[in-house]
Antibody, heavy 124, light 107 residues
């Protein structure tokens, strides 16, 4: 059974940093691109970032480009999101999601498994 | 970025009713559209991919159709466990973008 388990969410002050993680199991982690999707309180879904299975290629939403860094450790079956320069508008539940293929930009692009999410709150 | 709109934003229907949600893209996305269900307090779950294909394990009362810019999601007979918010998502152009969601309640 495919499982994704996020961790690391916390209360952070504006301008601060935080790293969230996603532990994967039940599939060959290195064979699939992975992504982060966030959801602000009471709002809809926003794609944040993605990384290819080999970690060679990364993609970012304009709203986080230059502040967030996605990475993965295929030996540990773990996905990461390093968030720097956090802003109040980054407050959200951060979900990790598995993609169908190893390359993010290669269609079809669907998020076929999601974790339960981890809450990041940016506030003073 | 491709903008996605959904209507209605919310609806209430009775158990057994047929429920229809529409999703419109700001430009042609072929059939590169997925539908997700998000139950309260839970993560989203993929229901329909490529506009009309049912994900494995999803009940057959759920269906999707459309291509180009206009898409439809249907629940043929609403059940109490279908209370959720439903999102469309396009992937014809990066970045992938989601619609604002349609909240479905039981009347």
């Amino acid at each position: 059974e495919v499982q994704l388990l996020e961790s690391g969410g916390d209360l952070v002050q504006p301008g601060g940093s935080l790293r969230v993680s996603c532990a994967a199991s039940g599939f060959t982690f290195s064979s699939y691109a992975m992504s982060w999707v966030r959801q602000a309180p009471g709002k809809g879904l926003e794609w944040v970032s993605a990384i290819s299975g080999s970690a060679e290629t990364t993609h970012y939403a304009d709203s986080v480009k230059g502040r967030f860094t996605i990475s993965r450790d295929n030996s540990k079956n773990t996905l990461y999101l390093q968030m720097n320069g956090l802003r109040a508008e980054d407050t959200a539940i951060y979900y990790c999601a598995k993609l169908l293929r190893s390359i993010f930009s290669q269609p079809p692009l669907r998020f076929d498994c999601w974790g339960q999410g981890t809450l990041v709150t940016v506030s003073s | 970025d491709i903008q996605m709109t959904q209507s209605p934003s919310s609806l209430s229907a009775s158990v057994g009713d047929r429920v229809t949600i529409t999703c419109q893209a700001s430009q042609d996305i072929s059939n590169y559209l997925n539908w997700y269900q998000q139950k309260p307090g839970k993560a989203p779950n993929l229901l329909i991919y490529d506009a009309s294909n049912l994900e494995t394990g999803v009940p057959s009362r759920f269906s999707g159709s459309g291509s180009g810019t206009d898409f439809t999601f249907t629940i043929s007979s609403l059940q109490p466990e279908d209370i959720a918010t439903y999102y469309c998502q396009q992937y014809n152009h990066l970045p992938p973008t989601f619609g604002p969601g349609t909240k479905v309640d039981i009347k």
